[in-house]
């Protein structure tokens, strides 16, 4: 099966702008989960999807909001960029919900903001 | 929501020396995850723990899971270079009226050959 895939890879974007960011989760998997990795705070949970529906949300003001379609493919979209939300995202599939889901890892999408 | 704190932040170890990594939580956990990542990669899954007291080994690495189920530890025997990377923890997470997983900030691990 083909793992998790993350696009794009990499991005540069300026303060202000809004960014969107896609997870195509493992073939069969309905959970979606995005992660914010940065060296200071490391790996926070930003939310997870699961049957088109947002089951758990982090601490991460309304700028960070996200999605998922039928097909499980999850966007997440950030308004408003702000210098310190330049971090790596990554997105994690699972089968199901749940804390005894094992998580799935995309390589991430880094995004630097200037 | 829970949390899980881990320590060391960071530990270097000389090539051959055993390193291990805590994980601690204020309450307690139903289940511990174990994940890997390596330098410029993405977590990767180790194991699950969910008995109290629970023990488990893969090959150098020995997974244990406290009686009271608030701690956890991840012991590796003889370091090689492939063990480079940072180890992290992941315990249950409360938020929303759902459940998902909270991750610890990991362990470095760092080896000098």
């Known amino acids: 099966k083909a793992g998790v895939t993350q696009t794009p890879r990499y991005l540069i974007k300026t303060r202000g702008q809004q960014v969107t960011l896609s997870c195509s989760p493992i073939?069969?998997?309905?959970?979606v989960s995005w992660y914010q990795q940065t060296p200071g705070q490391g790996l926070q949970f930003l939310f997870e999807?699961?049957?088109?529906?947002?089951?758990n949300k982090g601490n991460f003001p309304g700028r960070f909001s996200g999605r998922q379609f039928s097909n499980s493919r999850s966007e997440m979209n950030v308004s408003t960029l702000e210098l310190g939300d330049s971090a790596l995202y990554l997105c994690?599939?699972?089968?199901?919900?749940?804390?005894?889901?094992?998580?799935?890892f995309g390589p991430g999408t880094r995004l630097l903001v200037l | 929501g829970q949390q899980v704190m881990q320590i060391p932040q960071y530990q270097h170890v000389q090539e051959g020396e055993d390193f291990t990594t805590y994980c601690n939580s204020s309450t307690t956990l139903s289940n511990i995850q174990w994940y890997k990542q390596r330098p410029g990669g993405h977590p990767v899954f180790l194991i699950q723990l969910v008995k109290s007291g629970e023990v488990k080994k893969q090959k150098r690495l020995t997974f244990q899971f406290g009686e009271a189920k608030k701690n956890s530890s991840l012991h590796i025997t003889a370091t090689q270079t492939t063990d480079v990377g940072t180890y992290f923890c992941a315990g249950p997470y409360s938020g929303g009226g759902a459940d998902g997983l909270t991750f610890g900030k990991g362990t470095h691990l760092i080896i000098q050959p």
């Open positions: 999807y699961f049957s088109e529906t947002q089951r």
């Open positions: 994690a599939s699972s089968l199901a919900s749940g804390p005894l889901e094992t998580q799935y």
């Open positions: 073939s069969g998997h309905r959970s």
